[in-house]
């Protein structure tokens, strides 16, 4: 199975920073990659699809790019609400596999 | 409004067994392929088990195989996940999802806690 790989596992930031979480996959998943977003005790919300289409309603300073095998997601000036954990997944073939999450936290 | 709602979970022992259930409302079923997660405490998400649309086509991870069935009555616009032989690590936040058309999951139900302890 492909295996998906974020980092960092947590990072430190402030308001108006610009941070950038990426995901590794194993072997090459074309663009078949999602972002979501999931707050302490919430259900996760999707933020991106095929690695770089924003999910509707998602605010234009979250973005996506990569495909193969490698991917970014890029949150372009940090907000309060933005403090939480963010996933990746590949969903081009079962099983649809989670990366480990990146915690991003108040510096 | 489209919604997911689970239920079933609860405090089970080692080797037990439980079953979800999660109803749709708002959306019929029969149009989706449907999915569950789950989220041990504290813990990242991981993918479960998948359907598709009549139920004809299944798919689990490892870690649940022959264990779990996943299985669906559209009908009555419900999905169901039975488990059997239940481990302590199977203690999980278990979610349903919908994914839409070429994408993941849009739509996640609340969650259905699910305890494996003696």
């Known amino acids: 199975d492909i295996q998906m790989t974020q980092s960092p596992s947590s990072l430190s930031a402030s308001v108006g920073d610009r941070v950038t979480i990426t995901c590794r996959a194993s072997?090459?998943?074309?663009?078949?990659l999602a972002w979501f977003q999931q707050k302490p005790g919430k259900v996760p919300q999707l933020l991106i699809y095929?690695?770089?289409t924003l999910q509707s309603g998602v605010p234009s300073r979250f973005s996506g790019s990569g495909s193969g095998t490698d991917f970014t997601l890029t949150i372009s000036s940090l907000q309060p609400e933005d403090f939480a954990s963010y996933y990746c997944?590949?969903?081009?073939?079962?099983?649809?596999?989670f990366g480990q999450g990146t915690r991003v936290e108040v510096k | 409004e489209v919604q997911l709602v689970e239920s079933g979970g609860g405090l089970v022992q080692p080797g037990g067994s439980v079953r979800l259930s999660c109803v749709a409302s708002?959306?019929?079923?029969?149009?989706?392929?449907m999915h569950w997660v789950r989220q041990a405490p504290g813990k990242g998400l991981v993918w479960v088990s998948r359907?598709?649309?009549?139920?004809?086509?299944?798919d689990y991870a490892d870690s649940v195989k022959g264990r779990f069935t996943i299985s669906r009555d559209n009908a009555k616009n419900t999905l169901s996940l039975q488990m059997n032989s239940l481990r302590v690590d199977d203690t999980a936040v278990y979610y349903c999802?919908?994914?839409?058309?070429?994408?993941?999951?849009?739509?996640w139900g609340q969650g259905t806690m699910v305890t494996v302890s003696s």
């Open positions: 072997q090459g998943i074309g663009n078949y």
């Open positions: 708002g959306i019929t079923l029969s149009d989706y392929w």
């Open positions: 095929t690695a770089s």
């Open positions: 999802a919908r994914p839409q058309g070429g994408a993941s999951f849009d739509i």
């Open positions: 997944q590949k969903y081009n073939t079962a099983p649809w596999t």
């Open positions: 359907i598709n649309r009549d139920g004809s086509s299944t």
